[in-house]
């Protein structure tokens, strides 16, 4: 009967669609911590792809599993560190943009909040924010009081290239508005995160402030592996 042959192929529609999605949820888990875990990247981009689309089933699933809540966030940035490496390499250091968050800052930190361009800096050597002024050479560096700063001071400049440093969910949020439009960007998640007084791996942002092309890095993974 025709009523009959509908429901057969809406529930062969049905069927295909999640184990699909099933599917999906596997090798987002799988290739992500071979990424995250053991430096083994494999289609990073359609892995990204994936755990960008699934990141709400992911995060609870991997809940049950582990303490790190932002383990999912903690992947897509390791992936999309790869995925951007030799084109944010090619860019020269004093041409990239650098994006800090506010809570590095001293709590005594003397500086004032501007609207357009977040928090002057005075360099009073108090916070690890002032070495990495110093090092890296450029006036490009943005201290932003929120993530939603950060997105705007990114879209409205469109620099060549970015290098962030956040907390986990709101370095994967700036690195994803980075990937929707093409810049090459690298992230740095933040040891120790919070509103205040919050720690970097100070060595592990220098290496990517100082990262040239064809220089070796830590950013770039230990094994040849496959992309798309």
């Known amino acids: 009967m025709p009523g009959e042959s509908v429901i057969y192929y809406i529930g062969a529609a049905t069927s295909a669609v999640l184990a699909l999605i099933v599917l999906g949820i596997l090798w987002s888990i799988i290739l992500g911590l071979l990424a995250y875990k053991g430096n083994v990247f494999v289609f990073p981009r359609l892995t990204f792809f994936l755990l960008e689309k699934l990141r709400s089933i992911l995060k609870v699933l991997l809940s049950f599993f582990t303490r790190d809540r932002f383990l999912v966030e903690r992947m897509a940035v390791k992936i999309l560190n790869r995925v951007y490496h030799k084109r944010y390499a090619a ?27 977040g928090i002057a800096c005075k360099h009073c050597g108090r916070c690890v924010i002032d070495k990495i002024h110093k090092l890296n050479g450029t006036t490009n560096i943005y201290i932003t009081p ?53 720690e970097v791996d100070f060595e592990e942002v220098a290496k990517f402030l100082l990262l040239r092309e064809g220089a070796e890095n830590a950013a770039r993974p230990a094994r040849r592996t496959a992309d798309n």
Not at 99 to 116: I, M, W
């Open 146 to 198: 929120g993530g939603t700063f950060a997105a705007r001071v990114v879209e409205s400049n469109m620099p060549p290239a970015v290098l962030g440093v956040a907390c986990p969910r709101d370095l994967y949020e700036g690195m994803v508005v980075c990937h929707s439009r093409g810049i090459p960007v690298q992230g740095v998640p933040l040891l120790r995160d919070g509103c205040v007084s919050t």
């Open 91 to 117: 860019v020269p250091p004093q041409e990239r943009m650098v994006v800090l968050p506010q809570c590095l800052r001293d709590l005594e930190c003397p500086a004032p909040v501007d609207p357009r361009t």
